[in-house]
């Protein structure tokens, strides 16, 4: 058996003990592949890591940049109280009206907002209306911007908050301290900031999946 299909087959198994989907997350895999959208979701284990997440810190404000179809966004809405929010950005428009419709499926749009246009705009706009602070934020984004998402997120969360990033190990090519390849060089600029701001400790781990070979970075706000 070779080593990816042994992944996949330990996959198979989790997700069936632990992270079993349910209608409206099957079908925004569907609607997403059926729209043309990228198959680049994060698998059911990491959804349903990033809803244990969010409830392990009680999370009742979340910041995602980068939705695509939605499917991340349904498990951290789902952790979220009634009274809770969730904001997502997302640059492609095609991508939002997708997400948005997997999101209404899934009775969450009272919860869940999508706004459209790149992240690196968005987040001023964000920042000027003066938010809570969120509790939690995934970045799953376009990687060449990684470590100014790292630096949006410090100024929009609170000591105790949870900064998780997500695709960090690149296939190994995150070791790589010549490579210039813009995903790359952004990733070590995520890496660098969590490893030397004042205002972070984090760890960053490397995972294997049907995905493949990546991992992701996780970054607690000390102050």
């Known amino acids: 058996m070779s080593g990816s299909q042994l992944w996949d087959d330990v996959d198979d198994y989790l997700i069936s003990r632990l992270?079993?989907?349910?209608?409206?997350?099957?079908?925004?895999?569907?609607?997403?592949?059926?729209?043309?959208?990228?198959?680049i979701s994060v698998t059911a284990a990491?959804?349903?890591l990033l809803h244990l997440l969010a409830r392990l810190q009680g999370a009742r404000n979340i910041l995602e940049i980068g939705t695509l179809g939605g499917y991340s966004t349904i498990w951290l809405a789902r952790a979220l109280p009634e009274d809770g929010r969730l904001v997502s950005l997302e640059y492609n428009a095609k991508h939002a009206e997708v997400a948005n419709r997997n999101i209404a499926r899934a009775g969450l749009e009272r919860i869940a907002q999508v706004r459209v246009g790149p992240a690196l705009e968005s987040l001023p706009k964000?920042?000027?209306?003066?938010?809570?602070?969120?509790?939690?934020?995934?970045?799953?984004?376009?990687?060449v911007n990684n470590g100014h998402y790292v630096e949006w997120a410090l100024r929009l969360t609170r000591?105790?908050?949870?900064?998780?990033?997500?695709?960090?190990?690149?296939?190994?090519?995150?070791?790589?301290?010549?490579?210039?390849e813009p995903d790359v060089v952004g990733?070590?600029?995520?890496?660098?900031?969590?490893?030397?701001h004042p205002r972070l400790s984090g760890t960053a781990i490397q995972t294997v999946g049907s995905k493949g070979y990546d991992?992701?970075?996780?970054a607690h706000v000390l102050g």
């Open 46 to 48: 990491q959804g349903k």
């Open 126 to 143: 964000l920042a000027d209306e003066n938010p809570a602070p969120f509790d939690l934020v995934f970045i799953d984004a376009d990687k």
């Open 187 to 196: 990733t070590r600029a995520a890496i660098e900031l969590i490893a030397t």
């Open 19 to 39: 992270s079993p989907d349910d209608e409206a997350l099957r079908a925004a895999l569907r609607e997403s592949e059926a729209a043309g959208l990228p198959q």
């Open 159 to 180: 000591a105790g908050s949870l900064i998780v990033v997500d695709n960090v190990v690149r296939g190994g090519r995150v070791a790589d301290a010549d490579s210039t």
């Open 215 to 218: 991992g992701f970075a996780l």
